[in-house]
């Protein structure tokens, strides 16, 4: 599976979970049950009970690691949907900008910025992420 359907299945996965404890908590069951429907209809129900037995829990030990046990078994199980059924990536990225915004962390501020460079010989690099002077002799 490719590093950015993996990275959408982690985002998922822990924004469910996280809004499972808050007032969306029924539009994330509604949004992740029509998920499955499209890819497993014979699943969604399934799904949708396992959602609120996560919220039982949650609300029952909200300290602890129950919190991230529970995100991660939704990490892996919309990497698993994702795997056999990459089409509904931007549906599921539609579900986390518009249905789950509200639990989803705000982005960091500024730029990141990551460089890889690889020599060989007698090859230079120069890597900057703002203003370089080489003075060269």
């Known amino acids: 599976m490719e590093a950015e359907l993996m990275a959408l299945a982690s985002t998922a996965g822990t924004a469910v979970v996280s809004a499972l404890t808050t007032d969306l908590w029924q539009r994330a069951q509604d949004s992740v049950g029509s998920l499955w429907r499209r890819a497993y209809p014979e ?4 799904v ?24 991660e078994e939704w990490r892996l199980r919309f ?17 986390l900008t518009e249905d789950l915004a509200g639990v989803l962390p705000a982005p960091p501020q500024g730029t990141s ?3 890889n460079a690889t020599a060989s010989g007698h090859g230079r690099i120069y890597q900057s992420a703002g203003n370089q002077t080489i003075n060269e002799r």
């Open 48 to 71: 949708e009970a396992d959602l609120t037995e996560t919220r039982t829990l949650l609300l029952a030990a909200p300290e602890g690691d129950v919190a991230e046990d529970s995100a």
């Open 113 to 115: 910025t990551v460089f």
């Open 43 to 46: 699943r969604a129900g399934t």
């Open 79 to 95: 990497r698993r949907l994702l795997a056999t059924r990459p089409d509904l990536a931007e549906e599921l990225r539609r579900v």
